[in-house]
């Protein structure tokens, strides 16, 4: 019988099997400052890293975005030079603040060449499905189980279901892979993939580019996805080819054949699947305190009442009182009071083009920051001059870091702000106490800085 | 990690859902060494502002010393942070039931030797109306037989994953697992390709 891509990926990399459960070889294992518990674990049980050159430390949850702000709470101080402590320790490769390669983990790891097609990696966060998008198995894990897999390079899992979303035909103009995956996660609920793998598949995906797989494999797990994937290709190998950690001569060749053989076989099943028309995705925004409360910013704020479902209507009444929202109220009336251009999701060159070419030549009416998802990012953003599009709209060019996306390193929304945001997430308190986020596309929240409310970006194109 | 058995205990109902990892354990605490975690869970919850108690149902003196959790959709979604499970873990719970978990969220229970049950909805339901009724009655927890027994003496089955089963049951953790399998491994990477288990930075 076929197999799936994840079949596939999951027998090649399966060492044993016990009781139903499989240990996983992990090729890469991805860490960042959160991983303190699990080196201090790891100290008291008298254990060391079994694979020091698989093992890659990221200091970006807490990197001060802000050129010598240093950090901003003695916490953020703490794990940071814990991480770099356990690193030199251990001898791990280490991007620190200030390195040339340094970054948000999901967007150096696939920029250089650190996670390839084909692999399994691991990393303390649930964004790491983000790595998906290269043909990979990217579980994010909690503290045992970094734990195990800096001393074992393996993990215990059951073997997962696999949902498969066939997205078919083209996206329309002003619509992005941000919107394509927001309509996904209202379509099937944020926790509508429960206990499985989405897989994404069809021709929209396989027209996107990596940048963009990338944007939808990070947001699977808001579907409530173990993780996310795509199966690679030709645009894959593309991408990695000649990165600073990619193989080259033969091992190239062969990665190439590795490739190749991944396709899922024609006859494989899957637990579930779904089926999305492109031409039904239009510019999304959240409007509640969850990814699936999330509408095209054409509609409305929903009202309770017309809502059957007695716990439904409850949580959108509690959702619409936290976001002080009106049902009915038009979203594109919305003001909103910060902009956040940034995180794993869309912080890639791409999303800053895309972000810049809304905004230049206009005024920010509202306070924001642009955070590069990487060192990279932000050379090749400056050599471009994106930057200058940023800061002639009176919007600060920040550096590299997870920053305002879970607002734990002092860049933060206040208590009752509305802020238009690039990231993944909207849970109540996310941005900050109180603070209400609103998710959508780079572009997107270009125009909501702009505009100072919601805004449908394809009318502000067609007024200029 | 102490075996799992029996659980006959108190259990407080939670009937908020979508709880993500972060309200259950707020990311602004940190993560401190050697201390209880059980001071943040569900802090803003719990307490308002300026640290006073919001008199929720974990203040309420019939539920005291409850060990399980009767939770509700989705529980512990979002982030993978392990902290949550800890906070869970410290304040004394070692059962926490729901309609639906949050997969990463409930793989780290085990790890911790919390064992988290999926039970249809209606079910999850119709206990936390009891508990909320009858505050302070207890729930039956029994790993082997795989049951939860309701106050009012109703059986409910659970499923569970061999492999955990067997952890939580005997208080083995995974390198206990692993270390049956150590020459596994070994094989393993001596026929993965150097590109992979050695690679070269440029």
Redesign the interface.
């Known amino acids: 019988m076929g197999r799936s891509l994840v079949e596939k990926l999951w027998d090649a990399h399966a060492?044993?099997t016990?009781?139903?459960?499989t240990?996983l070889?992990i090729?890469r294992h991805l860490i960042h400052e959160?991983s303190?518990?699990a080196f201090?674990a790891l100290a008291k049980?008298g254990r060391g890293v079994r694979?020091p050159?698989?093992t890659f430390a990221f200091a970006d949850h807490y990197a001060p975005t802000v050129k010598g702000r240093g950090f901003t709470?003695p916490?953020s101080q703490?794990?940071s030079e814990a991480l770099a402590r356990n690193a030199g320790l251990h001898a791990l490769?280490h991007f620190g603040v200030g390195h040339p390669r340094h970054g948000i983990v999901h967007v150096v790891a696939p920029e250089?060449g650190?996670v390839l097609p084909g692999?399994t990696v691991a990393c303390?966060?649930?964004h790491?499905s983000t790595c998906g998008a290269l043909g990979v198995l990217a579980f994010?894990?909690?503290?045992?189980?970094i734990e195990?897999v800096l001393?074992?390079?393996?993990l215990?899992l059951?073997p997962p279901q696999v949902l498969r979303v066939d997205i078919d035909g083209e996206l329309g103009a002003g619509v992005t892979a941000k919107d394509l995956v927001v309509h996904v996660i209202a379509r099937i609920g944020?926790?509508g993939a429960?206990?499985h793998v989405v897989e994404f598949a069809g021709s929209t995906i396989t027209a996107l580019g990596m940048e963009q797989r990338m944007t939808i494999c990070n947001m699977a797990v808001e579907a409530?996805?173990?993780t996310g994937i795509i199966a690679p290709d030709d645009t894959t190998l593309a991408y990695v080819k000649g990165r600073?950690?990619a193989?080259r001569d033969a091992?190239w060749d062969?990665?190439v054949e590795l490739v190749r053989s991944l396709a899922p076989d024609p006859d494989a099943t899957y637990a579930r699947r779904v089926a999305i028309a492109a031409a039904d995705v239009v510019p999304m925004v959240t409007w509640g305190t969850?990814p699936e409360q999330a509408a095209p910013v054409t509609e409305h704020v929903p009202d309770p009442q017309t809502i059957g479902d007695a716990?439904q209507r409850a949580?959108v009444e509690r959702a619409l009182a936290y976001m002080a929202l009106e049902p009915g109220q038009l979203l594109a009336s919305v003001a909103i009071d910060r902009v956040f251009i940034g995180s794993c999701t869309n912080a890639r060159i791409e999303d800053l083009r895309a972000a810049a070419a809304v905004l230049r030549g206009h005024k920010a009416r509202i306070p924001g920051i642009v955070v590069p998802g990487s060192a990279a990012v932000k050379r090749e953003a400056e050599a471009e001059g994106l930057d200058r599009v940023f800061t002639d709209a009176g919007l600060e060019w920040r550096e590299p870091g997870c920053s305002m996306c879970?607002a734990?390193n002092g860049d933060l929304a206040a208590p009752g702000e509305r802020c238009a945001s690039t990231s993944n997430?909207n849970?109540?308190?996310?941005q900050g106490?109180g603070a209400r986020t609103h998710l959508m596309s780079p572009a997107m929240a270009a125009a909501a800085a702009i505009t100072g409310h919601l805004t449908d970006v394809r009318t502000l194109a067609r007024q200029r | 990690m102490e075996p799992f058995g029996t659980v006959r205990a108190r259990a407080i109902p939670l009937a908020i859902?979508?709880i993500?990892t972060?309200?259950i354990k707020?990311?602004?605490f940190?993560?401190p060494?050697d201390v209880s975690y059980a001071p943040f869970m569900l802090y803003?919850l719990r307490f308002d502002?300026q640290g006073q108690s919001r008199d929720s149902v974990f203040e309420q003196a019939a539920y005291a010393g409850a060990q399980i959790l009767v939770a509700d959709?989705?529980f512990g979604?979002?982030?993978?942070?392990?902290?949550a499970?800890w906070c869970l873990r410290d304040y004394g719970f070692r059962v926490v039931i729901a309609p639906?978990?949050?997969?990463?969220f409930f793989?780290?229970c085990f790890?911790?030797g919390i064992l988290p049950i999926v039970l249809p909805p209606d079910v999850v339901a119709t206990l936390r109306t009891a508990l909320t009724e009858s505050p302070g009655a207890e729930v039956v927890v029994e790993l082997e037989s795989q049951t939860v027994q309701a106050p009012g003496g109703d059986m409910h089955g659970f499923t569970i994953?061999?492999?955990?089963?067997?952890c939580l049951g005997s208080g083995v953790?995974?390198?206990e697992?692993?270390a049956?399998?150590a020459s596994?491994?070994d094989d393993?990477?001596a026929t993965?390709?150097?590109?992979?288990?050695?690679?070269?930075?440029?």
């Open positions: 060492v044993a016990t009781a139903g459960q240990l070889y090729d959160g303190k518990p201090e049980s694979r050159q698989q709470t916490e703490t794990v490769s250089l650190i692999m303390g966060d649930s790491t994010g894990i909690g503290a045992s189980e195990h001393a074992m390079q393996t215990w059951p944020a926790a429960l206990g409530g996805g173990r600073p950690f193989p091992d062969r990665l969850n716990k949580m879970l734990i997430r849970f109540e308190g996310r106490k | 859902p979508n993500d972060d309200r707020p990311a602004r940190g993560l060494s803003d502002e959709d989705n979604c979002g982030s993978s942070r392990e902290s499970v639906s978990f949050g997969d990463i793989g780290n790890k911790k994953d061999a492999f955990r089963k067997a953790d995974d390198f697992m692993t049956r399998h596994a491994i393993y990477e993965t390709p150097a590109w992979i288990t050695g690679p070269i930075e440029r």
